[in-house]
């Protein structure tokens, strides 16, 4: 696994493909202009209505809260009625609010999921229309969790470049719906939301200043999906869908790629984790992100830890958690943050953000999505049923 030196170094024993971008290199000009900086101005995010709590799911799996609790962090998660575009459009137009700026002048919108529920046309398309952002470019980026951070890395570059000044980038995901409620070990792990952040042109030297995207070799098996897209299966109705989650391997791997990942945004900005201000990691597990912390010698108190509230909400934790943290005010102006992810693939990386001045909200979205009527176990029916789980005498709705 390597060993942490003092200067917080890690040796590992493998190099993944990888991607960096320096912020030093903002000198070089690209046609007339020189390279911008990319500062986060807007936020925002949607949590679904509908609670899935861990005493919940011991009613429908055999499991119990403290099982769960004791292997993952996880206490709940939240279960959508709405699909991936829909709770990303609500979470950009929060995002555009907190920023005060129109959806007419944004750019590009980037949806990084890994649970559309169409791959074509785009589900980003489908965010531009419902915003009303009549100039922006728009597309969909699956790299499972990572997805939200990769695309912050491709718009804030796009920025630098002064291809476009104005981006926004959605973590969004209804994985409940992938959940085999027959698998113990991983039908408790996941959850649904969305959060997007606004990204404008700076020149300032804010954002994201220097980021690091990897891909652990020959770990694709150890968290798939099969039938998770498009598939001969589908002509002869074959296709079930069933996470396979070697949870032992992933945690290594995972550790691994993003403890790479952040030696190497931490050299390329000449830092070390006492010049770390905030550490907001993928939430994954409880274990995952103390072992990150133990390796970075970082103490817990400056770490944000969403995980028992959310659940893995893949390319949504990030900026789930960021908006938490802003809204409770963890998030301070000046603050240098530590970001790290991985998902399936394995892919990984991470990234140094500088906070800018901008910690309130310029206005408030009055936008909102229409409850469910109907409890978390009315929701689901459908899959325990797919599934083979006997829930009837938990709905309160009649099929």
């Known amino acids: 696994m390597g060993d942490t030196s003092k ?24 046609g007339d202009q020189s390279l911008k900086y990319a500062e986060i101005t807007g936020w925002g995010s949607y949590v679904p209505q509908l609670v899935m709590t861990n005493d919940d799911m011991s009613k ?13 962090g996880i206490k709940q998660r939240y279960y959508s009625h709405v699909s991936t575009g829909k709770m990303a459009w609500l979470a950009c137009d929060r995002a555009l609010a907190t920023a005060g700026v129109d959806a007419e002048d944004i750019d590009l919108i980037i949806l990084g999921s890994t649970s559309a529920e169409e791959i ?26 990572t997805s939200w951070f990769y695309g912050v890395n491709v718009a804030t570059d796009m920025i630098k470049a ?22 113990r070990e991983s039908c408790f792990l996941f959850g649904d939301g969305a959060g997007a952040v606004l990204l404008e042109a700076s020149d300032k030297k804010v954002g994201l200043l220097s980021a690091h995207m990897g891909c652990v070799p ?13 598939s001969p299966l589908h002509f002869t109705d074959d296709v079930f869908i069933s996470l396979n989650f070697e949870g032992q391997e992933i945690f290594k791997s995972a550790v691994r790629g993003m403890a790479d990942s952040i030696s190497q945004v931490l050299e390329q900005e000449g830092l070390t ?24 010698n970082f103490p817990m108190e400056k770490v944000v830890v969403r995980i028992d509230e959310y659940a893995n909400t893949s390319a949504a934790s990030i900026p789930l958690a960021l ?33 800018g001045e901008k910690v309130t909200a310029t206005t408030i979205s009055e936008s909102e999505i229409p409850e469910y009527d109907g409890s978390v176990f009315d929701l689901m029916a459908d899959s325990f049923v797919h599934y083979g789980v006997d829930a009837q005498h938990l709905l309160t709705k009649s099929s």
């Open 120 to 145: 074509c046309p785009n589900t980003a398309s489908y965010i531009k229309n419902e915003l009303g952002a009549t100039k922006a470019a728009a597309f969909d980026l699956n790299s499972a969790c």
């Open 162 to 183: 002064g291809s476009i000044k104005k981006a926004l980038v959605v973590g969004s995901e209804r994985i409940s719906l992938a959940m085999d409620w027959k698998k």
């Open 323 to 355: 908006c938490d943290a802003i809204a409770d005010g963890t998030v301070k102006p000046g603050m240098t943050i530590l970001t790290a992810t991985f998902g399936a693939g394995l892919t990984c990386g991470a990234g140094i953000i500088r906070w």
């Open 7 to 30: 200067n917080n170094s890690f040796v590992l024993s493998y190099k993944p493909a990888s991607i960096t971008f320096d912020e030093r290199t903002k000198t070089i000009k690209s």
């Open 273 to 296: 984790a006492d010049d770390i201000d905030l550490f907001i990691p993928h939430q994954a597990n409880i274990r995952i992100i103390q072992t990150l912390a133990k390796r970075l």
């Open 218 to 230: 020959d770990s694709r098996e150890c968290l798939h999906l099969p039938t998770w897209g498009m």
């Open 60 to 72: 429908v799996v055999d499991t119990s809260d403290e099982w769960i609790f004791s292997r993952s």
